[in-house]
T-cell receptor, first 114, second 116 residues
């Protein structure tokens, strides 16, 4: 069974640009969540989607958005990139959205903003 | 607010030593879940264990063991006879059970280096 797939693995962008990251969950998983990982702030929750609906959102500006498609694949978009957006963006999937659900993570997309 | 503290930023041991990673959490909830994840250099977090707040039994899985003490709000992780392959960053995390879908709150992680 294939794991969580995130593309691309690496991205280099410049300030002011926008970027779209993609996440394909494990087959059969309907919940997808996104986390930002930086050396200073650690792992921070961005948002969670279940059945194409955003169920929860972290404390990030509106420049960060996401969506989920009917096949459970998810994308997140960051507009007007800032230097501080440089981070590893991790996607995780789970069967459902319960609090006891194990999350299965992808290897992440390393975003560098110059 | 939920908070997870991993006071040990980095730990370095020699192979075959035992090592304990500390995790202290804060929550006002009476029910919650605690998790440990491992992040190897490849980047993806790997699930290790889940513990319900009502279940204070310690757990052992091979060389791994977990000590959950609700009275001290701690959920410590011990690796017995460490191996080089255990080198990774380990994260403790907390998730509420109330209020519907809730985010996973992570500690800052402990980087473990096991030297041959």
């Amino acid at each position: 069974k294939a794991g969580v797939t995130q593309t691309p693995r690496y991205l280099i962008k410049t300030r002011g640009q926008q970027v779209t990251l993609s996440c394909s969950p494990i087959s059969g998983h309907r919940s997808v969540s996104w986390y930002q990982q930086t050396p200073g702030q650690g792992l921070q929750f961005l948002f969670e989607y279940f059945s194409e609906t955003q169920r929860n959102k972290g404390n990030f500006p509106g420049r960060f958005s996401g969506r989920q498609f009917s096949n459970s694949r998810s994308e997140m978009n960051v507009s007007t990139l800032e230097l501080g957006d440089s981070a590893l963006y991790l996607c995780a999937s789970s069967l459902s959205q319960g609090p006891n659900e194990k999350l299965f993570f992808g290897s992440g997309t390393q975003l560098s903003v110059l | 607010a939920q908070k997870v503290t991993q006071a040990q930023t980095e730990i370095s041991v020699v192979e075959k030593e035992d090592v304990t990673l500390d995790c202290v959490y804060e929550t006002r909830d009476t029910t919650y879940y605690l998790f440990w994840y491992k992040q190897p250099p490849s980047g993806e977090l790997v699930f290790l264990i889940r513990r319900n707040s009502f279940d204070e039994q310690n757990e052992i899985s091979g060389r791994y063991s977990w000590n959950f003490q609700k009275s001290t709000s701690s959920f410590n992780f011990t690796i017995t006879a460490s191996q080089v392959v255990d080198s990774a960053v380990y994260f403790c995390a907390l998730r509420r059970t109330q209020g519907g879908s809730e985010k996973l709150v992570f500690g800052k992680g402990t980087k473990l280096t096991v030297n041959p």
